[in-house]
Nanobody, 117 residues
Framework: QVQLVESGGGLVQPGGSLRLSCEAS????????MSWYRQAPGKERELVAG????????KYADSMKGRFTISRDNAKNTVYLQMNSLKPEDTAVYYC??????????WGQGTQVTVSS
């Protein structure tokens, strides 16, 4: 049974940083690309960043380039999202999933990120 458990969200001031983690189980983590998505209130879920299974290639949505960094530790079955220079418009629930362009599994519970002064 696939499980995706996101953590690390919280309340942060504009310009601050957060590091999200997603621990995966129930599939061969090292064989899958992984991605982070987010969903803001009243908006559709959108792709934030993706990383290939070996970590050699990454991609980012334009608004996150230079501020967010995706990484992974295949030994820990965990994918990370380092978020710097956070803006109020980054407020959303953040989710991870397998796949580089489209989600492959059911969603986890996500982790709430709120950027506010």
């Amino acid at each position: 049974q696939v499980q995706l458990v996101e953590s690390g969200g919280g309340l942060v001031q504009p310009g601050g940083s957060l590091r999200l983690s997603c621990e995966a189980s129930g599939f061969t983590f090292s064989s899958y690309a992984m991605s982070w998505y987010r969903q803001a209130p009243g908006k559709e879920r959108e792709l934030v960043a993706g990383i290939t299974n070996g970590g050699g290639r990454t991609k980012y949505a334009d608004s996150m380039k230079g501020r967010f960094t995706i990484s992974r530790d295949n030994a820990k079955n965990t994918v990370y999202l380092q978020m710097n220079s956070l803006k109020p418009e980054d407020t959303a629930v953040y989710y991870c999933n397998a796949g580089y362009s489209s989600p492959l599994f059911d969603w986890g519970q996500g982790t709430q990120v709120t950027v506010s002064s």
